[in-house]
């Protein structure tokens, strides 16, 4: 009797601690994914229902943080062979952010529901290098189609994609504001484990253009970037930042 008495208790020990498990822990799960680079700061509520502030770094040992204006809120639900979460920010996202996660034996697929949300682009200098010297202002427009992210065995395959608007974007390297408008698209067959990313210029003085592929371990991209004549001499340093110059061109190559 004593024994059965003492398995329910740890059982609903297990229960209580599973309903109950902090928000930091949670915490400190993304922190250490993401190297760092993402960080849930004083965290609040539990794992299941919680809030925190939400800080880009440049990773462990950067001394470079930018806290996104408010608090992020989450909420987890487990079913069955999956967990649904809702995001939502108080500056970007109120309508909320959703996906669903399904977890397998050396697989995890995550699907992100159709959306859209807006975020300041300044909170991309707190990743460090070049984002710090570029110091970009702006708004960031997200939009998710059919998303859905799966890693088998190290290989990341996408189906569907997302759409990111960097609108009216300026710098503190250039005088002239804003510099321009630009697209970045990231896509995918769900066949290919290489999913695809593409930069385009929707208007403005300063002209971005590339592509990147992910080669199974990383993101590999090759651009260039240019500057109309009559802006050419106000951005020539920002020019230098984006990347190595080629005469009126900058090229622009990350590994």
């Known amino acids: 009797m004593n024994r059965w008495a003492a398995a329910g208790g740890l059982l609903g020990a297990l229960v209580g601690i599973a309903l109950f498990a902090p928000a930091y822990w949670l915490a400190a799960m993304v922190n250490r994914a993401s190297g760092a680079r993402v960080q849930l ?6 794992i299941w229902n919680g809030n925190a502030r939400l800080v880009l770094s440049g990773g462990a040992f950067s ?5 996104l204006p408010g608090r992020v809120r989450w ?6 062979g999956s967990v649904r979460m809702r995001l939502e920010a108080d500056c970007c996202a109120r309508d909320g952010v959703s996906l669903v996660l399904h977890p397998r034996w050396q697989t995890w697929r995550v699907v992100v529901a159709n959306g859209r949300s807006e975020w300041p682009a300044g909170v991309l200098a707190g990743l460090g290098a070049p984002w ?11 939009q998710t189609q059919g998303m859905s992210v799966e890693w088998t065995d190290g290989r990341v395959r996408v189906r569907g994609g ?19 408008s630009y697209r970045l698209q990231l896509t995918g067959d769900g066949a290919s484990s290489q999913p ?4 385009q210029t929707l208007e403005g003085s300063l002209k971005l253009s590339g592509r990147g592929q992910w080669n199974g371990a990383r993101w590999g991209f090759r651009g260039q970037a240019s500057a109309t004549p009559e802006h050419a001499p106000v951005l020539g340093n920002l020019l230098g930042i984006i990347g190595r110059r080629q005469g009126n061109l900058s090229v622009i190559e990350l590994d």
């Open 41 to 46: 700061a004083e965290p609040q509520g539990t």
């Open 63 to 67: 001394t470079e943080a930018v806290a």
């Open 75 to 80: 909420q987890l639900r487990a079913g069955l």
């Open 132 to 142: 710090n010297t570029v110091q970009a202002r702006g708004r960031l427009q997200l």
């Open 162 to 180: 997302a759409t990111l608007d960097a609108q009216d974007v300026s710098s503190r390297l250039s005088t002239l504001r804003p510099i321009g």
């Open 196 to 199: 695809q990313l593409q930069l």
